[in-house]
């Protein structure tokens, strides 16, 4: 079964306010730069975290890429591609 870009985007959405305690309507405007619980601690655990929830292996110059939640989506999304 093929994973929506709308059912990507809700879950990223999902991940990101339950690790970071925000409400959805807030994980849009949060920026790795701008968000002090952002650490580098806490972007390896996102990313484990999506992994296990979509079921994918996302690579380390993926991880590196990702600052913002728009481009997690993407990078799931381009996860899920490669993974078909």
Known sequence: MNTS?????????????????VSKNEVVSITREKEDKWTSLMH?????????????RIGEDEMAFAETVADLVEVVRRSKIVGQ
């Open 44 to 56: 390896v655990e996102l990313f484990f975290a999506l992994e296990e929830h979509f079921n994918i």
């Open 5 to 21: 870009d709308q059912e990507i985007e809700d879950g990223v959405k999902d991940v990101f306010s339950r690790l970071f305690s």
